[in-house]
């Protein structure tokens, strides 16, 4: 992803990437780790706006999210 995609995306407020442990599995995707309840996820920015939008759709719901961020418009268009 580029920095200045990053940078675009506010979802990134809430989270954070983290260094990428190199995978037979999965050597191309980003992981991602959630703020709030330190949740670590592959597969990008997309997965962690389910995670804190709560839509449980290929990830777990977060548990930690406030409320005013799980219901952010931005958030549950996911």
Known sequence: MSQAKKEVDITWQ???SIPLILSL???HK???KCKFCSHVCW???????HHLAGTRE???ACTS???EV???KY????
């Not at 597969?43 to 706006?49: C, D, H």
């Open 70 to 72: 799980r219901e952010w």
């Open 65 to 67: 999210v406030p409320d």
């Open 14 to 16: 809430y989270c954070e």
């Open 30 to 32: 980003l992981q991602v």
């Open 75 to 78: 958030l549950s268009n996911y």
């Open 25 to 27: 599995h999965n050597p």
């Open 43 to 49: 597969g990008g920015i997309a997965r962690m706006k």
């Open 58 to 60: 290929n990830v777990g």
